[in-house]
């Protein structure tokens, strides 16, 4: 199956700093979305983006498919962004429009 | 975005026991949900698929009769873990998919199997 790798497993940043989380996947995909999950366990939705550049406050990602990585840019980090991004990706419709989820970025913001 | 609400977030069983866990779309139909398994500071691991009306797709090495699904709805799938054990604790999440592209996860549910 297809593979998902992210990086760094790990960052600790301070409040304000920026930052930039990578997705790299093994074949060409359909769908590939970003999620934050938060201490809780609770998965938010960030991103749906299997290509191109999209923006979202403070969040940005892009997603360039035919290199196949995706980018996720975090802006003036705050405490509430710590947690855990994953990177997901699927392939088309026969696949069972199944996610794939990348290991993750454990995201740890200092006051 | 879309809600998916899961119920309940968190289960204390005795080892031998049933648990069922539901997963509700709020505001769209989903006639598909996904059903995950999370081990504690590890990614999230698909364990089946849930389609609306037919049997549920399990993935490689998950047992069919220790986790029923049941996709009774277009807005409704449970999972039960039957005869429950501790190996069976971990984090299970729901997830539903609008229109097959953006996904939505329900909250989860702490399953401990004491």
């Known amino acids: 199956g297809i593979q998902v790798e992210q990086s760094p497993p790990d960052l600790i940043l301070q409040e304000g700093a920026n930052s930039t989380l990578r997705c790299n996947f093994s074949d060409s995909v359909n769908n590939l979305q970003w999620f934050h999950q938060n201490p809780w366990g609770q998965l938010i939705n960030l991103f749906y983006i299997p290509s191109g550049t999209k923006q979202n406050g403070r969040l940005s990602a892009t997603t360039v498919a035919t290199e196949r990585y995706s980018l996720l840019y975090i802006s003036s980090s705050q405490t509430t962004d710590s947690g855990v991004y994953f990177c997901a990706v699927g392939r088309s419709e026969a696949a069972g429009n199944k996610l794939t989820f990348g290991g993750g970025t454990r995201v740890l913001v200092k006051p | ?114």
């Not at chain 2, 080892?15 to 590890?42: H, N």
């Not at chain 2, 089946?48 to 996709?71: C, P, R």
Request: proline share 3%; charged share 20%; aromatic share 10%.
């Open chain 2, 1 to 114: 975005g879309a809600v998916v609400s899961q119920h309940p977030s968190r289960v204390i069983c005795k080892s031998g026991t049933s648990v069922k866990i539901e997963c509700r779309s709020l505001d769209f139909q989903a006639t598909t949900m996904f059903w995950y398994r999370q081990f504690p500071k590890q990614s999230l691991m698909l364990m089946a698929t849930s389609n609306e009306g037919s049997k549920a797709t399990y993935e490689q090495g998950v047992e069919k009769d220790k986790f029923l699904i049941n996709h009774a709805s277009l807005t409704l799938s449970t999972l039960t873990v039957t005869s429950a054990h501790p190996e069976d604790s971990s984090f299970y999440i729901c997830s539903a998919r609008q229109a097959l592209k953006r996904a939505f996860f329900g909250q989860g549910t702490r399953l401990t199997v004491v």
